[in-house]
């Protein structure tokens, strides 16, 4: 096997989970070298303005597939709920290794434990429109407040903007050593997560079939089941940050589940709806559920 290059994001998370799969993959290959290339893009740059209002999904990964086309790196590590679900032309995913606890969490402030312990008229960070909405149908009396930057800058926001809490994806908390910070997981077949939440995206390229057999060599296959069922209901309801869309898939009982949420812009509409199907047929499942979601839109 030839000395290999992996593009990441330089963020202590995009390291932190490049770093884990390099991990994995030596312990199939003790012998394999894979060196670290950290590639900044536009998500990195553009700090002081919500995602919505910059461009679209793929904010944090148009440099890092640039690279990857032009052959400077061998392969690329992604947070796939950040992956638009189209690759450009030559590149392809690798199975999904396995998955980190998809669920939302809250970080709240000092002697509060849970959503109900947050005072009427309280305040929650958060920069998603589809967290926002879910927030406000619990509880439509907290007032949601826009925050940025990575996981720590993002904490650091209850005290310096004096937040009850933020929401933030469970997996990084974990993957970066804050489990201890979370205050309540939130149930995913309420609050449901994004699509591929906790699921990591490799990219490679697809006619390079010594990457790919190394790569799919560290896959999990319930992770790539579900994370698959997830995206193609993202891809098929057409979603972007710009419009809240959640999906939590999930298998029991020999079926695959999927729950779901899609709304418009403004969150004036919101379908929250499930469905499932026999676990041989989960191909059509994610396709059917953006069918009956957009009816009811």
């Given amino acids: 096997m030839r000395n290999l290059i992996v593009g990441t994001r330089g963020s202590k998370l995009a390291l932190t989970q490049t770093n884990w799969v390099v991990r994995q993959l030596k312990a199939v290959n003790a012998e394999l070298e894979i060196e670290v290339k950290i590639i900044k893009t536009k998500g990195d740059m553009i700090l002081d303005k919500a995602l919505d209002k910059i461009g679209d999904k793929g904010l944090f990964v148009k440099e ?8 400077n790196i061998d ?3 992604h947070s796939m709920k950040d992956m638009p679900t189209e690759n450009p032309e030559g590149l392809v995913f690798a199975k999904i290794p396995k998955r980190e606890d998809n669920r939302d969490a809250l970080v709240l402030k000092k ?7 947050i005072p009427f008229g309280g305040k929650l960070g958060t920069g998603s429109k589809r967290r926002v909405y879910q927030i406000k149908s619990l509880r439509p009396d907290i007032e949601c407040i826009p925050v940025r930057g990575n996981i720590e800058t993002r904490m650091g926001k209850i005290e310096s903007e004096n937040l009850d809490g933020v929401i933030l994806a469970a997996a990084g908390l974990i993957r970066n050593g804050h489990e201890d910070k979370i205050s309540e997981y939130l149930d995913p077949k309420v ?35 579900t994370t698959y069922v997830e995206r193609e209901f993202l891809k098929n309801v057409e979603g972007s940050c710009h419009l ?3 999906a939590y898939c999930f298998i029991e009982n020999n079926c695959v589940n999927l729950k779901v949420l899609f709304g418009d812009e403004d969150g004036e509409k919101l379908v929250n709806i499930s469905g499932k199907e026999s676990i041989d047929k989960y191909k059509t499942l994610g396709k059917s559920m953006a ?6 839109m």
Wanted: glycine share 8%; aromatic share 6%; charged share 30%.
């Fill in 64 to 71: 890092i597939e640039s690279e990857l086309i032009k052959g």
């Fill in 75 to 77: 392969f690329a590590v």
């Fill in 111 to 117: 002697g509060y434990k849970s959503l109900d312990d």
């Fill in 191 to 225: 609050f449901i997560p994004a699509p591929a939440q906790g699921a990591l995206g490799i990219q490679y390229k697809e006619k390079d079939l010594e990457v790919e057999k190394l790569l799919n060599s560290i896959s999990h296959e319930e992770s790539t089941l």
């Fill in 244 to 246: 809240p869309v959640g």
């Fill in 291 to 296: 069918i009956k979601v957009l009816e009811e």
